[in-house]
């Protein structure tokens, strides 16, 4: 397996030279996701039980349609990892090539999230559990939250990188990828931690390249999973071999 620090190189590698566009695709992606935010807390401002609920009914369709452009992101990084061409076209991919495998995908994730954690939303608004739920409910709540988002990660990867696969079937194989993997995505999400602490002192700024450099990890991550990374740092052991001692 590759650790963290020489998956990061990787992404830094990759990454060289393309900060531009892939700090546009990521601006696009949340741009889009907060002009959905907008427009929900505008239609639904009540805060009556049915303005709640089409608020979150209005919200996760509008999320379901722009995750197909965050897995056309998805899309472009990959090219990007495996120096294959890309544009910030790139992003509408799926839309192009049956956008359905997303949202079915998505719709499923986001359900599993939805009746995991409404509960929790509701007995508190600062996301803490309320007084009667125990120690074991919130941690389920977690664990199924922190499940759920690595395994989303990676159907988006493998939706984009196998054109022939169903959703349902991209949802069987990220299990069994990261089966034995957890900790060590985790650990690379927590690895990022310190970068986020020294935005502060950029005023955040320094987000739109550490967002960006987290997501072209998670590619190699992806890529480390399959095999992919592997075979590459072998060519590239040869390619240096045969350079050091050239055959005449």
Do not use: C
């Amino acid at each position: 397996m590759t650790s963290r620090r020489e998956l990061k190189n990787y992404a830094k590698q990759a990454m060289s030279g393309k900060y531009g566009i892939l700090i546009l695709a990521f601006v696009a992606v949340q741009a889009l996701a907060l002009i959905s935010s907008m427009i929900s807390s505008a239609l639904f401002p009540g805060e009556e039980t049915i303005d709640i609920v089409l608020s979150y009914a209005f919200t996760f369709i509008l999320t379901l349609l722009i995750n197909v452009v965050a897995a056309g992101m998805n899309y472009m990084y990959l090219n990007i990892a495996r120096g294959k061409a890309y544009s910030l076209n790139d992003l509408f991919y799926f839309y192009r090539h049956h956008p359905d495998r997303v949202i079915v995908a998505g719709f499923f994730m986001a359900v599993l999230n939805l009746l995991t954690m409404l509960p929790y939303t509701i007995y508190s608004n600062a996301n803490l559990p309320g007084e009667d739920a125990s120690v074991e409910v919130l941690i389920t709540w977690l664990y199924t939250g922190v499940v759920l988002m690595i395994v989303g990660m990676i159907v988006y990867q493998i939706l984009a990188d196998k054109p022939e696969l169903k959703s349902t079937e991209a949802m069987k194989e990220s299990l069994e990828m990261m089966h034995g993997n957890f900790g060590r995505y985790l650990m690379l999400k927590i690895s990022f931690i310190p970068l986020m602490f020294l935005s502060v002192f950029t005023f955040y700024i320094a987000l739109l390249w550490i967002f960006p450099y987290m997501a072209m990890t998670e590619v190699m991550f992806y890529r480390d999973l399959t095999g992919e990374l592997k075979v590459q740092k072998e060519e590239e052991e040869r390619a240096a071999q045969d350079y050091v001692n050239p055959i005449f």
